[in-house]
């Protein structure tokens, strides 16, 4: 049952001449919460990026091995590297709503899509605040600038966004890190919701997240993968002497 | 003997309100001549009927369609060309020693003398290219002279825009081109805009390059290859021939004050633009 | 590729082509200006052309070093108009008028900016120059009736930047210096101003670079005799009017001394802009 929806291959990534990631080699679970955490530039967020591609728009950015979704190489010459943003949608740590209305923002990426109808986007809208826990919050002042909402309703909103595409990947990075605790949540509380119909990323640099969200979750450390494996055998029972240190708070 | 740090202060606080008083007044008392004397001119016939007897009587119908039309001209022509230039340094290149010479050149041409820019356009325009004194060499000159203003606006207008939005709209699944037209632009219209007005108010006020481009025939243009005189020529005509002294007065209100409206009507982008981003 | 990557491919394609057209025009006009003028130039000599005392274009006689003088003096003497009036205006409403003032100043101030210069040089003309003539003496169309509408014209442009490189300064600049006992003139002359000496710096070459671009209100009220002018109350002509006044007629050899005047217009401007750059980055690294 546990189908395998991401396969990455002896991935490395290069900003130039540094090299962020090396060989890293995982495969992520269909409807899993795979977390993934790790110090500060342990290549976590470039990780993300490379899964989405939208390390392409960094100049320099160049990327070794084989990440299939689905089973396809996202890397070949004839991806969609568009319809592959959409499969793949992100949140980034710092909520950053467009400087458009409420529901401007969500249909934003389904606009793009020259969808229009009106009717459509209502529902869309409707749909996506709901599942990400927004809706009744701002049901009535959808029309209102998306920048006067708090901290904790702007990330929502992003997940919002990123949930009226129907992707079937969710990834998020350091989602909740500028957030309030009931925020932080709320948000936690909607991603176990979520997982039933979407497989989900989850960077996080507080480990205690992971350990209440994550079904898997990886370490990274210094562009390497150091181990992976379910949850509670990460935090009780790590393989591997750096796990245990940074878990333990000896570094990080 | 030192003076007390208090007494020096108190001395250069005077100073200070003097030099500031004067500089105040003098740029007060030269609009208030152009407004005292030029004021009384103005009137719907002096806007609205035509130069008669050189200068002398009747109004400046024709020099104010002929100011509009170059301005409409300069800046059909050099707003997409400079937009455009900005929109592809800014979004479609990366930063590299190219792009910092051609950003170090457009601001050179910014401050060269418009005179140059007269010179240029006369011997290009009107004589090589064969379209005479015109509207349309008057056009295109001013196009090129406020051209690299406008580069330089609307590129940092489109900078200031947050590199986060870019993102964001990419991981959404949008094009480079949908990002500019649908995140970028939008954001940094007000900025653009602004650069384009301002080039507007230096067309209606530029003399120098005008004269020699587009003449001064004293009468209205008929198309784009007549020759034709602008408010600021006549202006500067009535005024050191010595023709008219009340029209001069009456023209240079009218320059000034659309000059003025256009300036405030920038400045009220500006605060709506600024408020917007706080 | 699909069919939305060749559109992106075409429109990159199509803001290229904009953009090297825009580009090649600025580097058409450069070229022409320096194409056309720089033969005759070599042609007479440089030295000849630039320091020779005499323009009589009929007789294939082209000195510019009266007119190079010209434009020094007269721009020079804006600045000794322009820059205290408007460093000091720049000061006062920054660091000792009241908030309120300088708020609804400088926006007036910059409005004042856009007024064209045959305006000023139509006021100079009406009011400066016959009180010269009446009060000092000479014809009234001199170098200082030149130098001060000159200096008035450039205070908007040297207030606003000044002001603005002012209030550039940290407050927390003030307050420590303030803290250590000294009264706010103290602190204007011993922190705030060498602190924004950089940005105020650009500002006065950028209003110095308008008195030496500035053509209109010069021919209309400095004279334009082609000679050296022997005192503040002697006609001048700058190196701008000089190609103003003889442009419409001049042909051959004329003409294109009248580019290499031009040459020489771009060369001092682009000189000036690059020393703006300069002090404006080290403004910035600040």
Redesign the interface.
Known sequence: MKQVAIRVENLSHFYGNHQSLKKINLEIYRNEILGIIGPAKSGKSTFLACLNRLNDLIPGSRVEGRILVDGEDIYSPEVDVVALRRKLGIVFATPVPLPLTIYENIVYGVRLLGRNNRKELDWIVEDSLEKAGLWNEVKDRLHTSALKLSGGQQQRLCIARVLALKPEYIMLDEPTSGLDPISTMKIEDSLRTLKKDYTIILVTNNTKQAARVADRTAFFLMGELVEIDETPVVFTRPADKRTEDYLLGRFG | MRTS??V??KF??V???A??S???I??IF??A??FKNGIPQLSLEFLTRNPADMGREGGILSTIVATISLTFIALLVAT???V??A???TE?T?ESRVTRI?R??????A??????????G???FVNKLGFGWSILSGGLTLA?MV??TI?RTSEEAIKAV?H??R????????????SVT??VL??ALPGIVTGVI?SI??S?????VVI?TAGSALRMPTSLFSSSRTM?VH??IL??EGVSMPK?YGT?AV??IS??I???VT?YLMEKYIR?KS | MTRLERNERLIRLSLLMIALSAISVLVIITLFIFEQGTPIMFKYGLKSFLLGRDWYPSEKSFGLFPMIIGSLMVTFGALIIGVPLGLASAIFLAEFSHRRLARVLKPVIELLAGIPSVVYGFIGLMFLVPLIREKLGGPGLSVLAASIILGIMILPTVISIAIDSIRAVPDSFREGSLALGATRWQTVRMVVLPAARSGIIAGIILGMGRAVGETMAVIMIAGNAADIPGSILDPVRTLTANIALEMAYASGEHREALFATGVILFVIIMILNTIANITAARQRKR
């Open positions: 740090p208090k020096e202060q250069i606080q100073v200070l309100y030099f500031t004067i500089a105040i003098t740029l030269i609009l001549v152009i997409p060309l400079g455009g230039t929109i592809y340094l479609y990366v051609i170090f050149g457009a601001e050179c041409l401050g060269i003398p418009s005179i140059i820019f007269g010179l240029f006369f011997i290009l090129f051209l690299p580069i947050p986060a939005y993102l964001v709209s990419f991981s959404l699944g949008s094009t480079r081109w949908q649908r995140v939008p954001s301002l108010g230096r209606i006020g530029e003399t120098a020699f600021a202006f500067y005024a050191k001069a240079a320059l000034v000059i003025l256009i300036n405030i400045y917007r």
